[in-house]
């Protein structure tokens, strides 16, 4: 926003970066505890599992079990029974077995470890290797329902014989409790392991993203802040004191305190440069910061205006210090020189005009453009001489400054070199196009004016930008947008300017509305911004950039045709063509005007 100090955003990159990490440790422990969980669960059923088949190669080595128990259909008689069901609780006995039970091959119960008759029992599929599970009780299926545990390993363990053919299976039933609360400590280790690395890790990016964060917004703000900085100096250069001078004004409109600048012009300067060479200049610029730095108030704001020029922001509370401060540099430098060969050295000396708003100038405009006649003043008297605004006649800020606004104009014009005259190109264009839609010669009066002040907030632009030979970045040209809207709040407080704020404002809007700064669209878009915008287009394409040459005057009209009905206004363009091939002294590109256009002065605010 013009007026307002640069805001630098927060990298943002480095912050989805730093969540990335942090997001990418919870997936990673997550995927780790899982992997664990499942690694150990089957270790450790394996384990267990091993151990049980070597009790059954036990059992029938040991002929505690035999053949016959499971080659032989039917129910055993109640000895075998018996004596199977001493065998199967053994095992409960010495290994923490909950329940057995033993099937032959066609899946008949034909013993368990519990005493008592054999429970009706359908055939059950008999699987050729061993398998282990960690289910709840109720889908245990357990032929007893009392084994005292919610969570079972379940163990089937076939039976074979020499040649490999199943005979019949074992069923194991376990308590897992203390498998899963093995497995709950290696899982709580693992997670704990992961989350102490990963904090350790997050700190460690914590301070490096801090840093690197840190050094990118410092970077950033000294970028910006070199686009608001003269080369030489190192002060604020002309459009950063404008843009600071306007919030000032902002400030003052709000609190009601005024506003004090001086504006100094080192005397002889050109002449200085063109005898002695740039570098004398420089010194003699640095000489003159060098004092200014030393007498005025740390709080007042000191800035490059011109190649010659500084100027000077008193702080609100010390309005009636910046002329003493002004007239002791002007002392100060009479202790200063320039050597030159031969031991000859020149003096320095400074002219100044001070001015004060608002009882020098209501605008942000009339307030330099008096000060710069009160500068004007005292530099006509022969230099070396301070002056204040409304002292020994000098102008007092009313419409009789207004038409040094020529030079404001003439001001962008020469700071981008590149569309030198054009401001005059567009008012002569705009004219000419007002006069064939037959307007009255107020309004044409301030088509004018708005013709010559249409790019005038461009003396806020960055040089760098206005001279940048090459498109624009998207970045550059959102600042580059922001003209109208400067040049609109450098003249809005004129009087009788409504008309011409509207051409200032609105001539970048489209006539589809993909324009700028408001979105306007059709004829919302005022009937002299659109008159503006025709005029504005035909001088850009007419006149050379840095990044190309000026076309000649057909293709120019066949380009603006082509912009007819998504750009400009289709009525106006072809109104303006058919003028320029038809009317004798319609106004051509490189044709002189016999005239300097002169600006529109409106009444005197009362």
């Known amino acids: 926003m013009f007026g307002s100090e640069p805001r630098i955003r927060r990298p943002v990159l480095l912050l989805l970066v730093y969540g990335a990490f942090l997001v990418l440790v919870g997936v990673t422990a997550s995927a780790q505890a899982s992997m664990v969980t499942s690694h150990f669960t089957e270790a450790a059923t394996n384990a267990v599992v091993g151990g049980d088949v070597a009790s059954v190669r036990v059992l029938v080595a040991g002929e505690l079990l035999n053949g016959s128990d499971l080659t032989s259909t039917g129910v055993p008689d109640a000895t075998r029974q018996a004596k199977l069901q001493t065998v199967l609780a053994s095992l409960g006995s010495t290994s923490g077995i909950l329940h ?16 008592g008759a054999l429970p009706a029992t359908p055939p059950a599929a008999i699987d050729r290797s061993a398998d282990a599970a960690i289910v709840p009780l109720a889908e245990a299926g357990a032929l007893v329902d009392d084994l005292g545990a919610p969570m079972l390993l379940r163990e089937r363990l076939p039976i074979n014989d020499r040649t490999g053919t199943v005979l019949g299976e074992l069923t194991l039933w376990r308590d897992a409790g203390p498998i899963l609360a093995k497995l709950d400590a290696v899982r709580l280790q693992v997670v704990l392991v992961t989350l102490s ?46 843009s ?15 506003i004090s600048v001086a504006l100094i012009d080192v005397d002889n300067f050109t002449l200085l440069n063109d005898h002695q060479g740039h570098q004398a200049g420089d010194n003699v610029l640095m000489t003159v910061l060098d004092v200014l730095d030393e007498v005025c108030p740390p709080e007042a704001i000191i800035g490059r205006y011109g190649p010659d020029e500084f100027l000077v922001i008193a702080p609100p509370d010390d309005l009636a210090g910046l002329e003493p401060a002004i007239e002791a540099v002007r002392d100060a430098l009479v202790e200063r020189s320039l050597d030159v060969f031969a031991g000859e050295r020149i003096p320095i000396t400074i002219s100044a ?3 004060t708003y608002p009882k020098d100038g209501a605008s942000l405009t009339v307030l330099l453009a008096t000060v710069a006649a009160t500068l004007g003043s005292a530099k006509a ?7 204040v605004t ?25 700071k981008d070199r590149y569309t ?39 003396i806020g632009m960055p040089d760098h930008l206005l001279r940048k030979p090459g498109a624009l970045t998207d970045d550059e040209y959102e600042i580059v947008k922001q003209h ?31 324009g700028y700064v408001d979105g306007l669209a059709g004829e919302a878009i005022p009937l002299i911004a659109r008159i503006v915008a025709v005029a504005d287009s035909f001088s850009a394409m007419t006149t050379s950039r840095a990044y190309r040459k000026a076309l000649d005057t057909e293709e120019a009209i066949r380009r603006l045709n082509g912009a007819a009905g998504t750009q400009l206004d289709p009525r106006l363009v072809e109104l303006f063509v058919t003028s320029l091939r038809t009317v004798a002294d319609a106004p051509m590109p490189g044709s002189d005007p016999n005239a300097s256009i002169r600006l529109w002065a409106p009444r005197a605010v009362a």
């Open 381 to 387: 008297s022969g230099g070396n001489e301070i002056r």
């Open 484 to 514: 109208v809207v400067l040049g609109d709040l450098i003249v809005r407080d004129l009087p009788d300017t409504d008309l011409i704020r509207a051409g200032i404002r609105h001539h970048h809007e489209r006539w589809d509305g993909t």
């Open 197 to 242: 690395a990963a904090a350790v890790a997050a700190v460690l990016l914590f301070m490096i993203f801090r840093s690197a964060q840190k050094r990118l917004s410092r970077q950033t703000m000294d970028l910006v802040e070199a686009t608001r900085r003269d080369q030489l100096t190192d002060t604020y250069n002309h459009g950063a004191l404008v």
């Open 390 to 414: 409304g002292a020994d006649g000098i102008a007092d800020g009313g419409a009789a400054t207004f038409d040094v606004l020529q030079g404001l104009v003439f001001a962008v014009d020469t």
């Open 100 to 115: 057995a039970e033993l099937r032959r091959a066609d899946g008949a119960l034909i013993a368990t470890d519990r005493a």
């Open 353 to 355: 005009g001070i001015a």
């Open 244 to 258: 600071l001078l306007a919030g000032r004004m902002e400030t003052s409109k709000a609190d009601g305190r005024p």
């Open 420 to 458: 030198k005259r054009h401001s005059e190109d567009v008012a002569r264009y705009a004219v000419f196009l007002a006069r064939q839609e037959g307007l009255d010669e107020a309004t044409i009066g301030a088509v004018r004016l708005a013709g010559l002040l249409h790019d005038i907030g461009k």
